[in-house]
């Protein structure tokens, strides 16, 4: 009896010290965490500080801008999710990235009779730079993206596309297939594919790529030239170089 008397003992002497452990543990962890609120409140207010001494630069170099919405998304500050505060007032970010917005549908609409809704990143930014005054700032395409993002409150109308080098704008609602962004990488560099093409690159059945090319057609993302050589060329309007179809 004796023997499991001192057993039950040390049994809740570890238990004891356990919760002590714990108990300081727990401490040193809400510590930390205070300690790290306290240093990303102070970072905060020093990224306001470097924002209002760098307004200019931050509004007119695109470049300088790229930068500063790095440093924002480091500590978890989005400067364009609201309109209102400190950033919008300071910044004028909201206003900035709202009125490219409403130019990017603009140029989307203006554009979609000719290339189906898709439209290539530079070809937009090229319209946007043509069609904005002189003394408006310079616009990137890191601007165009994040502009675009936010058009996504509009539903499912406005997506960016990755193709190889470069992005496309699909201002259509209509999500386009792993097949169809495949088709299109095929196609970036000469601005048509052959379904040839797509049986030599892509190893693809002839019923599939027939499937994906008819699609793109039939959308209006691809015009067919039937008097091409030695096949039919399904060529993309949204690679078309904008001197081509400048209006």
Known sequence: MHRRGHGIGAIKKKDLAQARYKDKGTEIAEDQVSQMAKQMEKFKENLEDFAAKHKDEIKKDP????????MCASIGVDPLASSKGFWAEMLGVGDFYYEIGVQIIEVCI???HRNGGLIGIEELRDRLVKSRSKKSQDISIDDL???IKKLKVLGNGFTVIPVGRTFLVQSVPGELSMDHTMLLQQAQDSGFVTKSDLLTRLKWEEERAMRALEF???????WLDDQATP???YWFPSFFPCTVVAS
């Open 63 to 70: 470049e300088f801008r790229v930068q500063f919405q790095e």
């Open 110 to 112: 203006a554009t979609s």
């Open 145 to 147: 993206l994040r502009a």
């Open 216 to 222: 793109m057609v039939k959308e209006g993302l691809a």
């Open 231 to 233: 096949e039919r060329q």
